[in-house]
């Protein structure tokens, strides 16, 4: 019996790499990335690109299987497609942007690239994300092969510098979060995150580990002590105002409005009769907690985004006990976070006037369906990596064990509908590529949690970040 379904999970790996290994985009002979979906059954649009955070599981375990080419190259060519140069022009992508998505197109039998900035997708949506994720890879990168020349080259350092300027730049704001327009990470589409999404947050946090580790060796001073102000600011005021739990929830929902001034403990002007307290207050396990989805003036956004709770736990933006406690809420809210698929790109879905007001009536975002609720198995791999963080891999077997059961069955889809993921999604593609690596990466993580390292960063004090160049 034991045996039986061994074979059968390798030939699912073996079926899942096919399909990947198909998938990989060439340009001028050489692999460069892999398309968003491998579905010829419907039309391509925009899935016939690759999508920058698309790749990132796929390169991932690319790096783990030690072929470096297609990441090495992926990043050499997205580095190129940055804008080196500001313009004042708004319909200019501004400089250290990197492109949501890139395809080949051929004109006159020649090759080039071509980025999209968002203006392809649907409401060009800003995606803000490329640039965190792509310092985050090329870190990953340079801890896989050891070869901390590779981003020492002059090319490198300037885009790393100019992407940190464009997240440190001076601006209107006086958090030391990053603000950003709806639909400008994973969640590709209005969906009412428009402030200071957790998932950017969380992203934005691990980039800046990252290239601290990256630039510090060229020693520049300016964008260091920038990184190095940022990161203790960031860490705990996510820490501090994103959290909740039951004693939390506690503070918040005894709430003075109106405060003002240094001794405010409302800081954000919360009014609590504006969340769900008493259904919160059932929902929340004694030993359970989670961070918001988004903290600004007068909003606290209770919705749970697994993404942005998976990377805070994965980059130590969460501290040792908020992590566990995270860990404990998944765990006890298993049905309604994991349920048939692992797992909820949110919880709970907005409904009713709610859905109509964040989502402006977006017939895809309806309650429990796409990213309104919806199951998206790419999730794995990050749930598997926050459960061996920390030390919680029964958890990341479970949700191994319902993925695997479904997944090549329902030929890879996108998405899945419904409260519990039961349903493939309404309009989900087949053969989603980020599906199957990160089916395929979430099994090389339990194989070997070794791999975390690629991605992860311990709970050392940022204040007194490492003044070596050592990864
Ligand atoms: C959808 C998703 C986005 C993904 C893209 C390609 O727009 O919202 O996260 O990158 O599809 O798969």
Known sequence: MEREEFIKVDDLEKQAWEILEKSIIKYQGRPVGIIAAYDTS??????????????????????????????????????????????????IPTQGFIPGSFRVVCKDGVESLEADFGEHSI???????????????????????????????????????????????????????????DGACMIYRRMGIYGYPLEIQALFYAALRSARKLLICAGDEKIVDG?????????????????????????????????YGELAVNQFNIYPDSIQYANLAIWLPKNGGYLA????????????????????????????????????LIEEQWEDLVGSMPMKICFPAAE???????????????????????????????LIAAAQKTGRKDIGERAWGIAQARLSQDHWPEYYDGTRGVLVGK??????????SGFLLAKELMRNPAHLALISFSQFDVENASQSCEL
């Open 42 to 91: 419907q039309k391509s649009l925009n899935y016939d690109h690759c999508f920058i955070r698309d790749f990132v599981p796929s390169a991932l375990l690319f790096l783990i299987k030690g072929k470096y080419d297609l990441v090495r190259n992926f990043l050499e060519e997205t580095l190129k497609l940055q804008p080196k140069t500001g313009k004042f022009d708004a319909y």
């Open 123 to 181: 409401a060009r949506v800003t995606p803000v994300d490329s640039c965190l994720w792509w310092v985050i890879l090329l870190y990953a990168y340079v801890k896989a092969t050891k070869d901390i020349h590779f981003a020492l080259q002059p090319q490198f350092q300037e885009g790393i510098m100019l992407i940190m300027e464009l997240c440190l730049a001076t601006r209107f704001d006086m958090y030391p979060t990053l603000l950003v327009p």
């Open 227 to 259: 990184i190095d102000n940022r990161l203790p600011l960031l860490r705990n005021h996510i820490r501090d105002h994103y959290w909740i739990d039951r004693k939390r929830l506690n503070v918040i929902y005894r709430f003075k409005g109106e405060e």
């Open 293 to 328: 989805g988004n903290v600004g003036p007068s909003q606290l956004d209770t919705r749970f985004f697994a993404l942005g709770n998976m990377m805070a736990i994965i980059s130590s933006l969460t501290s040792e006990q908020q992590s566990q406690a995270i860990m404990n």
């Open 352 to 382: 009713k006037e709610e859905y109509r007001i964040f989502t402006g009536c977006d017939p895809r975002n309806i309650p429990w369906s796409y990213h309104n609720g919806g199951s998206w198995p790419v999730l794995l791999w990050s």
């Open 427 to 436: 309009e989900a593609r087949r053969y989603q590529t980020w599906t199957i």
